[in-house]
């Protein structure tokens, strides 16, 4: 009998392949099924221990998965599917819609409660790993600014939005931060800075075949929480160009704060990340958190959590003897 930790993956796009091989990376994980709304038949595992299984077969597989890593997108997935899987399941999600945290957080909570279940909601780098440091920063620093700078990159809740938008038929977005306003933030000027001085925003959108170009455009410039408060461009293209030019996801960014410690001594704190891949950098943040999801869940620490209500010790896979002895 394996005492690895047993996990599910909801959704097999960007996301979920990306799960499969942070999953594999691991000694102390195990993937048990891939849970998707297509034809099972149609997933390429690669791996015959791995079982394809459409969602609505999920609740047959309580027993034998420890935790479900969530994979869908934020816009419409993740509002439907964390508290569904959560009523049956401890489970681990991306979400990422920033301004609708608190509500989804309320509504999954409820349901983990209720259920006897840990979520932990909101993982991967922003929200996540941004937002710890964005905290630690200003507990550090408390006379200061904390700036988040995104990108060049691609962005895979943005990307996802505009590809529910109707008449789209693939799409793209990249946000783009300002360099002048990294620079001014990085020289100890605290600027204040609107979300449009500090990024702007460039779709390349595939169309469907005769589809009014111009409502895809004012939709997506005025979608809110995504588009509506940035300087947005929108650029048709074919589906060749899409695939030639914009297959792969990198991404990244920082969280900078400038401070003052003492009478006049200026302290500046920055974290940054430079991504090859957005969807398997994500994807591992996402699988590691399932780690700490069983943890917590084996003490029933239940209920709705984020980055903020985990040690740094359950994600990781080494003993808290080990930690101390090699990274303290």
Not at 55 to 80: F, H, R
Not at 284 to 310: C, F, P
């Amino acid at each position: 009998m394996s005492n690895k930790i047993k996990l599910g993956i909801v959704g097999f796009g960007n996301l979920g392949k990306g799960a499969v091989k942070a999953i594999k990376a691991t000694d102390d994980l195990e993937l048990v099924a891939v849970f998707t709304r297509r034809d099972p038949e149609t997933l390429k595992l690669d791996d015959s221990d791995v079982e394809a299984i459409h969602i609505d077969n999920a609740s047959d597989y309580q027993d034998k998965i420890d935790v479900m890593v969530l994979c869908g997108g934020s816009a419409t997935d993740l509002p439907e599917q964390t508290p569904y899987f959560a009523s049956m399941f401890n489970t681990v999600d991306s979400y990422d819609t920033h301004a609708k945290i608190p509500e989804f957080y309320q509504m999954v909570n409820e349901v983990a409660t209720k259920h006897n279940t840990t979520s932990i909601i909101s993982t991967g780098w922003d929200p996540g790993f941004f937002s710890l440091n964005r905290v630690m920063a200003e507990a550090i620093l408390p006379n200061g600014e904390n700036y988040s700078f995104w990108g060049k990159g691609l962005s895979q809740g943005h990307s996802d939005a505009v590809r529910r938008v109707a008449g789209v038929k693939n799409g793209v977005q990249y946000t783009i931060p300002s360099e002048e306003a990294i620079e001014k933030v990085r020289n100890g000027a605290n600027p204040e800075l609107t979300k449009s001085d500090k990024h702007r925003r460039v779709c390349y959108i595939v169309p469907e075949e005769n589809a009014d170009k111009a409502a895809i455009e004012n939709e997506i410039k005025n979608m809110p929480n995504y588009f509506a408060d940035y300087d947005t461009e929108v650029n048709f293209i074919s589906g060749e160009d899409l695939a030639r030019d914009h297959s792969k996801a990198p991404h990244g960014g920082f969280v900078i704060r400038g401070g003052k410690t003492g009478e006049d001594n200026n302290q500046l704190y920055e974290f940054s990340l430079t991504l090859d891949s957005n969807p398997e950098f994500t994807s591992s943040v996402l699988v590691a958190y399932a780690r700490a999801a069983h943890r917590m869940s084996e003490e029933k620490q239940i209920g709705a959590k984020t980055v903020y209500d985990v040690a740094p010790g359950y994600i990781s896979p080494r003993s808290a003897e080990e930690l101390r002895r090699d990274y303290l």
